[in-house]
């Protein structure tokens, strides 16, 4: 039986640094998994075990008609974004600087999924999330994808814990999401290999 505690990237390494009892720790960026590890938090070298692309979030029939990046410089428009300790934050700042636009968001989300509902809620017009966000939002969202030469990818890494309560299982995990039957759930869900 596997329990998962989905919270932004930076918040799990916190509670993890706080002694919340866990056996793996999956980051959606490669700096948190640093601050984890720096802190000598891990029992194995972390693993990429997927990667994903950011893609802007509209409402389904995308109602103000963006086309790209550049249409979030717009001050008419409310854009929200993940907050910039959170790894959607700061590829969303780095898209935004790769595109060499200025966007202010109108609010800063403590994690991907309060964009997602902003935007599929109307509260918003658009922000950046992950591809696989705007997939699993099924059809109360659109996604707008952003082109390879301004885009990030995200890498996402895993390791087992130092304190991990169950060792064993967590290296099983790991091993059973990084291969084959793992990577083609993944695969499903939008991700990308390694």
Do not use: W
């Not at 194995?44 to 692309?53: D, G, H, I, S």
């Not at 995308?62 to 410089?73: E, F, K, S, W």
């Not at 902003?118 to 992950?130: N, P, Q, R, S």
């Amino acid at each position: 039986t596997v329990t998962f505690n989905f919270a932004a990237s930076s918040e799990l390494a916190t509670q993890i640094d706080e002694r919340a009892p866990a056996d793996v720790y999956a980051s959606a960026d490669l700096g948190n998994m640093a601050k984890l590890t720096d802190a000598g938090g891990h029992a194995t070298q972390p693993v990429v075990f997927a990667t994903n692309l950011a893609e802007i979030v509209v409402a389904a029939g995308n109602p103000t008609g963006i086309t790209g990046v550049a249409d979030l410089a717009d001050d008419d428009l409310i854009v929200v974004q993940c907050a910039p300790e959170v790894p959607c934050g700061k590829y969303a700042t780095q898209v935004f600087d790769n595109a060499g636009v200025t966007v202010t968001p109108k609010s800063l989300e403590e994690n991907v999924k309060s964009v997602v509902t902003k935007v599929t809620l109307g509260e918003a017009d658009a922000g950046i999330v992950y591809a696989t966000d705007v997939t699993a939002a099924g059809a109360a969202a659109e996604g707008v994808e952003i082109p390879a030469d301004i885009n990030v990818l995200a890498e996402y890494p895993m390791v087992a814990l130092a304190e991990a309560p169950n060792p064993e299982a967590a290296q099983a995990f790991i091993d059973f999401v990084v291969g084959p039957q793992g990577q083609e759930i993944l695969a499903a869900y939008g991700f990308h290999e390694p």
